[in-house]
Structures are given as structure tokens and as C-alpha cells.
């Protein structure tokens, strides 16, 4: 069995007490725990670096007592701009996989993407809780698979289609002219929103609103070490130039802390996709783990925003931080 569980005779194997966690990043450490090797591994790395070269400036006298993190989505109102990325096959790290997720992500008034490749069915995963549900479809099924998709996506109550474009999570690609058939197929199959995820550039985000993607999300699959591929927060700024204020930009790819999502926010994002720590909350704690994770971040969010001045989201803009340069060849040897 790949899975071990909390109940597990051997101490090691023990995670400990939920609330005692005090960051996402010790979720990661519990889930290691709990999981067979390969499946911890499919979970863990990421590349900070996006992240860590870019800082906060502060503002003080601004009053933000009441902090507003919602913000509209494809038609929708969220509790704030995080949603529960799309993971195929949860099942392989609980047992109970998409519905405890969807619970949780329901407990903490979060959104939730649902890949195609689930371990439980679609019209069940809906009934576990009122959260809004977006459902991930790959472009490279093919036109016609996507279509009846969304249309059996739409059926069972999701609120958006996410065309997955530039590979089927096996390895990214630049997008072809058989993905733009396929976001093509999905808007007309389906009077729902339908968001294209795997945009890196300007021109690819240009041709997915040409097709009728009336949403993007940036994203590299989380593999910033592919050749060619930028990592997604350092594509941000410029897909967010290039389709304008009225086209929602969401992004994934390494968010582990508020912070993260703070920066991506100040970078033109309307909201963030978080996967994998949901994941590590979801295989040590089931549905409360979900909960715990994403209502971390939330928390953490609300506090940066407190920090930086911005009592709601459209007060968040570029100048609330600073990008600096990545290192040359000499400070990364050590040499400068």
C-alpha cells in the first residue's frame, strides 16, 4: 500500500498534532511521514527563487482594520484569492482523496480545481460541500473529448473550464495549433467561463483570448528547470501587460507562504492556484488538513496586506514591492 497512515504503529510515522503546526512548510515535513518515498517526492521542491528576490515597502497610517480579500472570479465571489489547485488522483495520498479536499476547501470558503484525472467521480466530489468548482480538462485529449467534458462538467454544477494547453502535466510544451482547438471546443460546448492554464508568454496569452478564453493562469507545470521554461511568477508581469486589466490572470507554481501570494498580487495576479501544500495537508490530515493549510495562507495574506498598507486587493499594485535583479555568474559562485 503507497500510502502509510497516522495510525501507523511505528512512531516515526506518527504526525503531529495539527494545531501545533505553525506554518505551511511543516505540513510538507508531516505529509513525508505519512507517504511511501516516491510519493513524498512527487510533493516536495520548488524553486524559490522568483520569490526570494523580490521585497516588500512597507506603508504605515493607512488604515486597514477591515481587511477585504475578495475578490470576482468567472462570475463568482471569493473569500479571497486563493484557490485549491488541480492535483490528479488524491486518492494516492488519502484515501479519501477529492472529497476531503473538496470539504476542506469548502470549510475554508476556498474554490477548488478539479483535474479530469480524479480517484473519485466528478457528481460526488461536487455534492461534498457549496465551495465553486472549476473543472481542468487537457487540450491534448483532443477537441472532441473536451468538449463533452465541459459539457458533462457543466452538467454536474462546476462554474468554470480550465483547458490545460503546452502538455498534459507529463512535461510542458509550447502550445500548437491542436490546443487552440481544444479551448475553442470547450467555449463552444458550454455557456460556462472557460480559463486556459499553461501560458507563458504574451503572444500565447494573446491567442488563448483570440480563441475565446475569456481567463488565463500562468503556469509551467512546476518545472521552472525545463529548458526554455521561465519560471510563472517571472512570466506574470508580462502576460498581465499584454491582455489588460479586464482579462483575470491567475498563477501557480511554488506558493508556500502569504507572502508568496502577496508578491504575485503586486505583480498583476487576480488570484493564486496552491496545490502541493494543500496536498501535504490533505495526505497527514485529511479534510481538516486542506482546511488548515489554505486558511494558513489566508491568514498569513491578511497580515502582509496589513503590513504593506493595502486594506483590500485593488490597493495592491506594483509599487508595493521591489524586484531586484537575479545574481550574476560571480555573486552566484561566491566570488563577489
Sequence with gaps: ?????????????????????????????????????????????????????????????????????????????????????????????????????????????????????????????????????????????????????????????????????????SGPRRPSTRDWAAVEAARESTALPVAVKGVLTSADALTAISRGARGLMVSNYGRPEAPGQPAALDALPGVVAAVGPDVPVLVDGGFRRGTDIMKALALGAKAVLVARPVMWGLAAYGADGVQAVVEMLQTELARVMGCCGTPNLAAITPAVVKVHRPPGPAMRTGQA
Design 1 to 169: 500500500m503507497a500510502r502509510q497512515t497516522s495510525r501507523d504503529t511505528n512512531a516515526a510515522r506518527r504526525v503531529a498534532p495539527k494545531d501545533e503546526l505553525v506554518n505551511v512548510l511543516e505540513f510538507e515535513a508531516e505529509a513525508v511521514r505519512v507517504l511511501a518515498a516516491d510519493l513524498a517526492r512527487s510533493l516536495t521542491g520548488s524553486d524559490r527563487g522568483p520569490f526570494d528576490r523580490i521585497t516588500f515597502r512597507p506603508r504605515m497610517m493607512i488604515n486597514c482594520v477591515d481587511l477585504d480579500l475578495s475578490v470576482d472570479l468567472f462570475g463568482v465571489t471569493h473569500f479571497a484569492p486563493i484557490l485549491v489547485g488541480p492535483v490528479a488522483e488524491q486518492g494516492r495520498f488519502h484515501g479519501e482523496g477529492e472529497l476531503a479536499t473538496a470539504r476542506g476547501a469548502a470549510a475554508a470558503k476556498a474554490a477548488m480545481v478539479v483535474s479530469r484525472r480524479t480517484s473519485k467521480p466528478l457528481t460526488e466530489i461536487v455534492a461534498q460541500g457549496s465551495t465553486p468548482l472549476l473543472y481542468q480538462v487537457f487540450a491534448d485529449d483532443g477537441a472532441a473529448a473536451v468538449r463533452t467534458q465541459a459539457r458533462d462538467a457543466e452538467a454536474a454544477g462546476c462554474k468554470a473550464i480550465v483547458v490545460t494547453v503546452g502538455g498534459d502535466g
